[in-house]
């Protein structure tokens, strides 16, 4: 993609990371680019032979697949070849040795041939005469897209925005075709080998744009062969010192007599074969960033901290064999225990990793994987070969004729999605950046059985925008796991999540929310509801903004409301309720006019009103024996028909009446008070309390109220208390014409927005 690049055999402040004297698995020798550019001079083969400069992408592509067609990658080399032909590296080198050396790149990776064909080709656009068209209408519409996605904006008709712009165009083609970021990460890599003639200033910047954008998209693609060179290629760049001080420490290492990492290697050899598991061993030195880390986290390294132990084995099936023999002959590390296998990494990775420990105290890692999980794990998507070819006869069975792009993360879809809401090139750059830096990834659930995919940290917030977009805006709640949180709380791998959604054309986000917001997408659409509406947004009190915070009326309890218990030497006690609601509160005043109106008699009806005995007018009649008893049913637990109800006498020959089930039967029986026989007449009539938790909302009072009145509730007495993290609770006590009205009352006042729970005064609600 650049031209500003140097031959790798030039001496210059940065050639790469060296790579020291240690024992690793069989690398391929560094390609001859000065070779490949000769040959590139002679000009394209014969039609009926392939040019001997794209041998080595030849090999290394029928490694991978021994039966592709070559004739595509013939034609694409001619074409780059002649496209490029006269135009040279910084290095003084053809520049046709870039195109070829990104290809052989994504060939050792096992790329497939429509990726190489676009590889190609992938400056020729951009670099040279070639158009699109041209390149539709020789390779393809695949070919054509690949190639047109990695292809820059011109700074002439962008400035300083072309950078910012073209990674954007770069991952809205990625959306649609992972190949695409395939193809930029083997040209960042390219480009970062032959970096060292660059000024130092460019370097750095390069660099730093490489860390923080380039290798992030590698960990998501899970292409940690590019991954980790590029790392190794940065840290060498922006950390010198550091740099040359791991060479130092692994150079030492690897002069070291003993080698603990071959010793634990053979050691599991013997363990397997005796198993009878076919696997193999090998030793995976860490590289340096890896090391550099180690050191950082341990201090003073020893021999097994240089590598890991890396197990490869045919079958699923196997790798859990092999644990168990592992951890069964030798001393496992139980905390280093993960199985990324059964819960596969967000980036396609699968293994099982621990590690086990030595005599001496030293403890080799070990990584036990399938080969195929292998390859993905080095290659990541483009393993996966072309997502795009038509699919089998059983996967058009299964997904109805559309073709399925299983390479589309849920990362990816969150960050095409809230690019759109970032017009702004340098909201979107720096964005890009907050966001790739989140590196991990948790998955929750939905009530409904879908899940969403949301980085570590996230919150009900971010959960709320990723499933409803800007219609999130309304969410006034959420479950975790069942139970009621806030917006704010974070989220956890494997938590069930129901948001709550409020129907009230006046609900809106509060700017407090920006707080809680860790993803881009929620933040971004917080902040255009904000700039859009520039007045409100502002939370009122702490609470959600455009609310007004219930509170407490006049004369009534601060705190939750205290409900007598009817002890046993209770007398009958002075009911607590509510007047008209505090003048200060004019949501609440409306609310209750709203009910006089609807009442037609002017009075209020949120009032305070005795809850009384069983012979006030309205109340459900309740039979005694013996009879003539005056009659009072118990406010702890407010039982109504046909509830399994029991008597106790207090003091003044009054008989309270309570569930059954309600805890002051206990203790009225444990303190020796004698039951009385009660039982429910003919009356249907009803009085009983209801608790009603909600969220802070404007009007939710007005709502509430009216939604009772609908059912034919009178409300006896009212308490609405001070809301606390954008929750309230509301206590009724009703009078009903008829007790089976109770079911459809309750189910109305659920149906309010907002609201999202009701229940009876519950027996274990008594103070204590």
């Known amino acids: 993609m650049s031209a500003e690049a140097t031959n790798p055999a030039t001496p210059g ?37 392939l040019p001997d400069a794209i041998s080595h992408v030849v090999d290394a592509h029928r490694a991978h697949h021994p039966d592709a067609d070559l004739e595509p990658l013939r034609r694409a080399y001619v074409l780059a070849e002649s496209s490029h032909r006269g135009q040279m590296r910084k290095s003084g080198e053809p520049y046709i040795t870039h195109p070829l050396a990104v290809t052989l790149i994504l060939a050792e990776l096992g790329a497939e041939t429509t990726t190489l064909t676009a590889s190609l080709l992938h400056d020729t656009v ?45 991952l809205v083609a990625t959306g649609n075709d992972v190949r695409v970021m395939s193809i930029k990460l083997a040209d960042r890599l390219h480009n970062m080998r032959t970096l060292g003639v660059m000024r130092p200033e460019k370097q750095a910047r390069i660099a730093k744009v490489t860390r923080d954008v380039l290798i992030p998209l590698a960990e998501r693609l899970g292409v940690q062969a590019l991954k980790t060179e590029l790392e190794d290629l940065v840290f060498a760049i922006l950390h010198p010192d550091e740099y040359e001080h791991t060479r130092e420490l692994i150079v030492e290492n690897a002069s070291r007599a003993d080698d603990p990492l071959a010793e634990m290697a053979d050691e599991m050899r013997r363990v397997l074969r005796e198993a009878d598991i076919q696997a193999e061993v090998l030793i995976r030195p860490r590289h340096f960033v890896s090391v550099h880390r180690v050191s950082r986290k ?25 644990l168990g023999e592992l951890h069964t002959c030798m001393t496992p590390v139980v905390s280093e225990f993960k199985d990324f296998i059964a819960v596969p990494k967000f980036n396609l990775y699968q293994s099982l990793h621990t590690a086990v420990a030595r005599e001496d105290g030293q403890v080799t890692e070990v990584l036990i ?12 998507v483009v393993a996966l070969g072309n997502p795009y070819a038509p699919p ?86 959420a479950r975790v796991n069942g139970r009621l949180a806030t917006l704010s709380t974070v989220l956890r791998d494997g938590d069930t999540v129901q948001l709550l959604m409020g129907q009230d054309p006046a609900s809106e986000p509060s700017r407090e929310w920006l707080e809680h917001a860790h993803t881009p997408a929620a933040r971004i659409a917080i902040q255009r509801w904000l700039a859009a509406h520039p007045s409100q947004g502002d939370p009122v009190g702490g609470e959600r903004a455009g609310t007004v915070p219930f509170r407490a009326t006049a004369d009534g309890p601060s705190g939750r409301e205290a409900v007598e218990d009817d002890g046993p030497d209770a007398a009958p006690a002075a009911e607590t309720g509510a007047d008209r609601p505090a003048d200060g509160d004019p949501d609440a005043r409306r609310a209750a006019e709203a009910v006089d109106a609807r009442r037609g008699d002017g009075g209020s009806a949120v009032r305070r009103v005795d809850q009384g005995s069983a012979g006030r007018s309205g109340a459900a009649s309740v039979l005694v024996d013996p009879p003539g008893a005056t009659v009072r049913l118990a406010g702890c637990c407010t039982p109504v028909p046909p509830d399994e109800v029991t008597g106790f006498s207090v003091r003044g ?13 206990a203790r009225m029986k444990s303190a020796g008070r004698t039951e009385v026989g009660v039982r429910w007449g003919d009356s249907t009539e009803c009085r009983v309390t209801l608790v009603a938790e909600s969220f802070v909302r404007p009007h939710l009072l007005a709502d509430l109220t009216e939604a009772m009145a609908v059912e034919g509730a009178e409300i006896v007495s009212a308490t609405v208390e001070p809301p606390s993290q954008q929750r309230v609770r509301h206590t009724y006590t009703v009078q009903l014409p ?19 729970d009701v229940s009876r005064a519950q027996p274990q609600m008594q103070g204590a």
């Not at 390294?301 to 699923?316: I, P, S």
């Not at 059985?449 to 570590?456: N, S, W």
């Not at 309270?656 to 039967?665: G, I, L, M, P």
């Open 13 to 49: 402040p940065v050639a790469g990371p060296a790579t020291p004297a240690v024992p690793r698995r069989k690398a391929r020798a560094r390609i001859d680019l000065r070779r490949l550019g000769r040959a590139a001079l002679l000009g394209p083969a014969s039609r009926d032979r």
């Open 126 to 170: 951009e670099d040279t005469d070639v158009t699109l068209d041209q390149v539709g209408e020789q390779f393809g519409a695949e070919v054509r897209f690949l190639v047109d996605g990695v292809t820059k904006l011109e700074k002439v008709d962008y400035g300083a925005a072309a950078e910012p712009e073209t990674f954007r165009k770069m």
């Open 298 to 322: 341990r201090g003073r390294l020893r021999g097994a901290d240089f590598g890991r132990l890396l197990v490869l084995v045919n079958e699923d099936a196997d790798c859990y064999g092999v």
């Open 369 to 380: 994987r399938t080969h195929q999980m292998h390859k993905v794990a080095e290659a990541g």
């Open 392 to 477: 089998s006869e059983e996967q058009t069975a299964s997904s109805d004729g559309e073709r399925v792009d299983p390479t589309r993360p849920g990362w990816l879809s969150r960050l095409l999605d809230w690019q759109e809401g970032a017009p702004d090139p340098d909201t979107f750059w720096s964005t890009l950046r907050e966001d790739l830096a989140q590196d991990r990834e948790i998955t929750v659930f939905r009530p409904d059985g879908g899940t969403l995919g949301l980085p570590e940290g996230a919150t009900c917030v971010d959960a709320a925008y990723a499933q409803y977009g800007e219609d999130a805006h309304a969410c006034i709640g």
């Open 653 to 665: 020959g009054v008989v309270t009446v309570h569930r059954v089930e309600c805890a002051a039967v």
């Open 738 to 756: 008829d007790a089976a009205q109770l079911p459809g009352l309750m189910r109305a006042m659920r149906n309010v927005a907002g609201v999202y």
